[in-house]
């Protein structure tokens, strides 16, 4: 069965910092393309970063310069370092993983809360 499991979310003040992380297990196949999507109550689901098994990586624009997202795929793990924290950062940080065979095989995380608030 695969899962995703995202941890490192909690209360931050603006201006802090947070790492999430998300450990991948059960996927069989190397992941092609990994990395983290927000959703605040309201409104669509948005792309924070994603990186390719080629080493491409996008970064939303709201999040250049503040947020790093890097890779270990000796751990199937993926990392978000999130500096300079704002209020609107404020969200549930969702990762998800997408390989590609034959077909394509998306996956999410449950979800982790993010609150930046003073």
């Known amino acids: 069965q695969v899962q995703l499991v995202e941890s490192g979310g909690g209360l931050v003040q603006p201006g802090g910092s947070l790492r999430l992380s998300c450990a991948a297990s059960g996927i069989n196949f190397r992941i092609d393309v990994t990395g983290w999507y927000r959703r605040v109550p309201g409104k669509e689901r948005e792309l924070v970063a994603a990186?390719?098994?080629?080493?491409?990586?996008n970064y939303a624009d709201s999040v250049k310069g503040r947020f790093t997202l890097s890779r270990d795929n000796t751990k199937n793990t993926v990392y978000l370092q999130m500096n300079s924290l704002k209020p609107e950062d404020t969200a549930v940080y969702y990762c998800?993983?997408?390989?590609?065979?034959?077909?394509?095989?998306?996956?999410w995380g449950r979800g982790t809360q993010v609150t930046v608030s003073s």
């Open positions: 990186t390719t098994r080629g080493g491409t990586t």
């Open positions: 998800n993983a997408v390989v590609v065979t034959t077909r394509v095989f998306e996956y």
